[in-house]
């Protein structure tokens, strides 16, 4: 941390457990506990039970978090491999023609997700390209909107790149295609699984857009955590939810292990 003092650090610190806690823990913990349970004992649900879990690992729910990966690992490599070219044209425009292609992938998080989801919607209901009614428009969905947050990442990684490398390259005869795929690329890699991840992440939690497009037989599992509390089942939805955080978590740390190794290469 950049305090020095030592009761500056205990400040700090007290802070950071005054703000975390109530804002982030414990809600967290309050999900898990409901997920374990059967009914609430005034303000703390109680009745200790696994019955929850057997339901969120199986059937329509085990369907959900198939649907939700798949859609999450699509929309991913779509919104980094348009991101990434966004980003490397970015980087060869001058500082307008930059500022207008960033204005461009910011767009779709700079208003609400549900009206990209409506837009989406419009755009493809309708021949030559009808895609409602089918999974293709909520991945199409899902990319668009975290291609913008894989465009920034890639985007700074650019900025902070070392052109020495580069010029080497060119000067020893390279091409410019040998010297993206074979140099620039690889200096970019931790940054582009970093990016991955961050889409990855934001796809299997987004909701507010799947709503308005999911056809039956393509429902992600934040619609079927949103259907399961709608209808009252508050404790088997915290199990879904649970699955789902876990889910995240664990394709997160395998996404910074891989990252981590191409730092080191």
């Not at 339901?55 to 369907?63: D, N, P, T």
């Not at 970015?90 to 997700?113: N, Y």
């Not at 889910?247 to 190794?261: E, K, M």
Request: one cysteine or more; hydrophobic letters at 55%; a positive charge.
């Amino acid at each position: 941390m950049l305090v020095h003092s030592k009761g500056g650090r205990w400040a700090a610190w007290s802070l950071f457990g005054i703000l975390f806690v109530p804002l982030f823990a414990l809600p967290l913990l309050v999900v898990v506990a409901a997920s374990f349970a059967t009914r609430w004992s005034g303000a703390f649900p109680s009745g200790p039970t696994t019955a929850n879990y057997a339901s969120a690992v199986q059937g329509e729910s085990l369907q959900a978090l198939t649907t939700s990966l798949v859609t999450a690992l699509a929309a991913s490599l779509l919104a980094l491999t348009a991101g990434t070219w966004a980003a490397l044209a970015a980087a060869a425009l001058g500082r307008r023609g930059k500022r207008v292609l960033d204005a461009l992938f910011m767009l779709p998080v700079a208003v609400p997700s549900v009206v990209v989801g409506l837009a989406v919607l419009v755009a493809f209901s309708r021949p030559p390209l009808l895609l409602n009614g089918t999974s293709t428009i909520v991945v199409l969905a899902h990319a668009i909107l975290v291609t913008a947050f894989a465009h920034q990442s890639v985007s700074a990684a650019i900025v902070r790149l070392d052109p020495a490398y580069e010029q080497a390259a060119a000067s020893l005869g390279a091409r410019p295609a040998y010297v993206l795929w074979r140099v620039r690329i690889p200096l970019l890699l931790p940054s582009l699984t970093a990016a991955a991840g961050l889409c990855f992440a934001l796809s299997m939690g987004e909701l507010s857009a799947t709503m308005m497009l999911y056809p039956p037989d393509w429902m992600p599992l934040p619609v079927r955590i949103f259907t399961a509390t709608d209808r009252g089942s508050l404790f088997s939805g915290s199990a879904v939810a649970v699955v789902l955080m876990a889910t995240t978590l664990l394709v997160l740390l395998a996404v910074s292990r891989v990252r981590t190794r191409a730092s080191y290469r």
